[in-house]
Structure formats: C-alpha cells, structure tokens
C-alpha cells in the first residue's frame, strides 16, 4: 500500500459490492462542525462488514455510500475537533459504533428508541467508516473508552459486545443460555453471562471442535454442534450465525416461555416450522441497531468482568484477508485491522 503523506491516508475502499476492497490512498477528512477526527488505531472487521462488502444488506435501509470505507468498531485518538464539540478534546481516546447519527426527531428518537430511527446513519456504510488511517465521527455517538483496555481489545467491544450485550438484555433472566454462532459476538456476551451467574451453551457449526473447545474455555457448560441438542432443555437462545434455520432449531432446544433473539442485521430466510415449536408462548425477536445508552451501560460494565476479547491482528492492507477468514469461519473470537497509527496490542 502506498504512503500517505500530511494532507492523505491510507485507506481500503469498497468500489462496488462484490469486489475487492482497493488500496487507496485519498483525501484526509476535516472535522465540520461537531465532529471529531480521529486517527485510527485499531478497527474492528465484523460481519456486518461482510454483507455490505457482498452486497446482502438493503430492505428499508438506503444503499451505502460507494465508494466506502467500511469498518464501524473503531478505536482512534482525538487529533482535531469541529465548531461546538464539548465532549472531548484532541489527545482523547474514544470509541466510534454503527450507530453514527440519529434525526432526534422521529417518533422512535423521542420514546428511546434511537435504533430504529428512520432517518439514521450508520459508520462505515452511510458515511466512511475505520479502516483507514483517520476518520471523522458524530462526537454525540463517539464513546470514552476504559484506559485498561488496549486498541485491539477495545474495538470488537464496539459491536459485537455492544449489538451481544443488547441480544442479552433481551434474553431476559434465562439461567440457560444458548449461542448460536461461537464467533465475536458470542465469545464477548459468554463472558458476561457467565459474570452474571448464567450457564452457556455454545452451538457451533457440525464438527467444529476448536470452536467447541474454545467456548469451554471461556466457561460454557456444554458445547456443540448446531445440529445438536444438549441434555436439557434452554431458557433462552440468541441467534447470531446468519442463517435462518437456525431459528427453529433454536426454538426445538427452548423451553416453554422461553425466547429465541435474532441478533444479526442481516439472515437467511427463516424456513418454515410447525406452529408446536412455538407453542407455549416461546418468543422469537429480532435486535437492531443499538442505542447511546447500550453503549454506555455495556462499557461501564466490561471492566467490572473483565471482559477480554480474543483478538487476531491483520494490518490494514490485508483487510480483504480478515474478510476471507471471517467469510469461512477461521477466526477464533475477533478480527482486528491495526493502522500501525497507534498502541493497537
């Protein structure tokens, strides 16, 4: 990748949906009123990055912005700040999530529920996100990070903590928790669970014993196969592997009462499933987006646990390499992208 200079940046862009991300190496932003610049440390890949970067995300959202920086789990230090910004000053170390601006205005804004607002904007798909050397974000929707927390560890907290603390919360109290998908989300929220006297249950794709085994490594009571069913029946189930079919197996291994929660923004179609297994007021539900306050809550909380995320380091040139690995299951944990622009360990 070619070096960037005093007025530029390095940055992996996203031409069209389907491609490549292509080395670049374009205009540094500048900060407009109420924003912050940033230079980027460390940015998260997450799967949702993945179905922008394949084109699988649309519905009622507007399209993203081409070409695009992707990356919204992005950890960077205050080196410049718009008209208006209060909140933080340069030198400050802050975290940038999905959720980059809001309208305040629509009914959703004004009874809390800031997720589903109908006019939102979201990093890295609306507006150019981390994986690049700088980046300028809303500093209304920008967090302070725990200082134990180094770059790498900080970022996947960003997202998949924060999208699997609010996939929690929505489980209720369910004692037996199952994850579909053993992957960054999950291993973040299995820490929790377990901090909050939960037992886990982690279903992994058939045959993945090194993804078994690294659930039972972070505590989980069982672990297996998704075409599996443990010994007794689950309390609640988050879903956060893609694919729809999981949802009735899910809903196969729930007791009575119990709730199935689709944490993903995009799935597969959901097959269809006798109406018995959702019988006995089982719930199924879906989780969007997520809110400022879910942000502030899960990250006062992190420390307390402590929460540590397991990490695979790619520098920002191998971007299309994390994709791969994290499109055929071969990370264990997170994928991090380092800009090598900061302490990122």
Known sequence: MTTSTATEMRAMLLDAPGRPLRASVVPRPSPVAGQLLLRVSACGVCRTDLHISDGELGGEAAPPKLPLVLGHEIVGTVIEVGEGVARFRPGDRVG????????????YCRSGRENLCVRAR????????????YAVADERFCFALPPALPDAAAAPLLCAGLIGYRSLVAAGDAERL????????????????????RRVFAFTRPGDDEGQRFARSLGAAWAGGSDERPREALD????????????PAALRVVAAGGTVVCAGIHMS????????????????????????????EFLALAPTVPVRAHVELFPLAEANDALSRLRSGQV??????????GEAG
């Open 178 to 197: 199952g994850l579909y998908g053993f992957g960054a989300a999950a291993h973040i929220v299995a820490q929790v669970a377990r901090h909050e006297g």
């Open 236 to 247: 609640a189930a988050i879903v956060f592997a893609p694919a729809g079919a999981l949802v």
């Open 122 to 133: 979201f990093t890295g798909y609306h507006v150019d996100g981390g994986y690049a050397e």
């Open 96 to 107: 940038v999530p999905w959720l980059g601006w809001t309208c305040g205005e629509c009914r």
């Open 332 to 341: 264990t944990g997170a994928a991090v992208l380092t800009t090598g622009l």
């Open 269 to 296: 179609d959901i097959p269809s499933f006798p109406y018995a297994l959702l019988w006995g007021e089982r719930v199924v539900r879906s989780v969007a987006n997520l809110t400022r306050r879910d942000g502030e």
